[in-house]
């Protein structure tokens, strides 16, 4: 279990602990959605490239899914209290309406789709249902929905724009005191097509977006991301999910499919979660060092030409300066100063040892 403050605060309590501990495992097992999805396009773009690449570690701890799965239970609970003042509502889970676009690699569900609003009867809306706690409640009721929150907003633009339906319903849930904030929103064509046009870049670059972020201090991403969310956002390290997503091979179909260039094959989720050992990290993911392609011998891989000008391969073959993609995981947290350690690579090729963990350099 993670160190959560208010966990921590109460350790003597095993129940939790043991809630803490099952509700995190289950949360690991989970597979990473496969599509872009609307509701985070509005993000920081940077974010959102390495979210679609699987980056970032799944390491939300017990009370904060439990934050995550209340707020699902608190959807149906506001959907229902829709209903009993009128409100036709279609599309409810598990018959939620799902739009997607580019090749089927980006999309996302409505909560629902109303009509009998009252004040606009006759029109159709897209409904959507938040939850925050009592200070976000207070910011949202201060500033109003799209200020409040630019990704909830490009959700909603993104829904309109796909259903074609002109006006949304947000109602926004405190969790401290049982209020509701309601909203009407208005479908804004230009910036929906912006944001169509964002996804297409996060999908088709494989080069790493420039940070909205002013620096490392900033609050959204110094206060709410983990360490290890952190040092890999700003390139201190690589993802530990080595995965077919980072790797250059990866190719997104047209057809809602992926692929790999190196094997020539269409992957399903699972292998691509998986990944194989013949990954080879994106070049971009390599920070600060020059990424050469090789070809060998019939096999394509990565000659990796570091600052000082040492060079080594990644690739998974037997030889004193091939590494695979796992290996320059650890190594490339020292900056890469193990390369210069001639016993540690005579070792490792005398024994056929592989490099698992290094200390990060301070």
Known sequence: ??????????????????????????????????????????????????????????????????????????????????????????????????????????????????????????????IEIKTAN??????????????????????LQLYMHYSSMKRALVCVYNKNTSEIHTERLEYKKLEALGLIQKAKEVLDS???????????????????????????????ELPANVNCRNCRFHMTDIDATHGCSFHQKTLNTEEQFAGCEDHNWLHALIRQHEMVDRITDNQFNTLIRIKDGSEFVNSPDDGKLHFSSDEIRHLYKTDFVALKDEDLLAARKEFGARITDMEKVK
């Not at 977006?209 to 390139?235: F, H």
């Open 206 to 236: 494989e080069q790493i977006p420039v940070s909205t972020y002013t620096d490392r201090s900033w609050y959204e991403i110094a206060n709410y991301k983990s360490d290890e969310y952190q040092a890999i956002y700003w390139g201190d």
């Open 1 to 126: 279990m993670k160190n959560d403050p208010l966990t921590k605060a109460t350790a003597a309590n095993k129940v939790t602990i043991a809630i803490d501990d099952a509700i995190e495992k289950q949360n690991r097992e989970q597979k990473p959605r496969g599509h872009l999805g609307m509701s985070s396009i509005g993000n920081d773009k940077r974010a959102v490239w390495h979210e679609y690449r699987w980056s970032f570690p799944n390491d939300f701890t017990g009370r904060v899914l439990r934050i995550f799965e209340l707020g699902h239970i608190l959807e149906e609970v506001v959907l229902d209290y829709l209903e009993k003042i009128g409100i036709e509502v279609h599309g409810r889970q598990p018959d939620q309406i799902n739009y997607s676009d580019h090749g089927g690699h980006f999309g996302g569900s409505l909560d629902g789709a109303g009509i009998g609003v009252p004040g606009a009867p006759k029109t159709w809306h897209v």
């Open 134 to 155: 009592d200070s976000r409640f207070k910011s949202l009721k201060k500033d109003g929905y799209k200020k409040w929150s630019p990704t909830y907003y490009a959700q």
